[in-house]
């Protein structure tokens, strides 16, 4: 079974930035994707984005576009979330997820890692 491992995240003020890691293992298919969620206070989940072990560049909420960048390590199995000029509402719990493509990125979860930006 896939395990996701989370690492980094906590508390900045706004306009801080904040970088969250995330080692995959459990699994031996050449082809899989590596994405985002998060779960803000009262809000519904949502997608920040995803990258897939093909593509060049990743897919982003439009909200964090030009602010968020997601890598992916493809021999090391691990992606990173770089968060950049963080504002208020970018709080939340931060999910990094796994899956055959971006279409099913959500079919394994990691533990999840508070992220809190101050005004």
């Known amino acids: 079974e896939v395990q996701l491992v989370q690492s980094g995240g906590g508390q900045v003020q706004a306009g801080g930035s904040l970088r969250l890691s995330c080692r995959a293992s459990g699994f031996s298919y050449d082809g899989y994707a590596m994405g985002w969620f998060r779960r803000a206070p009262g809000k519904e989940r949502e997608r920040v984005g995803c990258?897939?072990?093909?593509?060049?560049?990743?897919r982003y909420l439009n909200s964090v576009k030009g602010r968020f960048t997601i890598s992916l390590d493809y021999a090391k199995r691990t992606t990173a979330l770089q968060m950049n000029n963080l504002k208020p509402e970018d709080t939340g719990i931060y999910y990094c997820?796994?899956?055959?493509?971006?279409?099913?990125?959500?079919?394994?979860w990691g533990q999840g890692t508070q992220v809190t930006v101050s005004s």
């Open positions: 997820t796994w899956g055959g493509d971006c279409s099913d990125v959500d079919a394994y």
């Open positions: 990258i897939d072990s093909a593509a060049t560049s990743a």
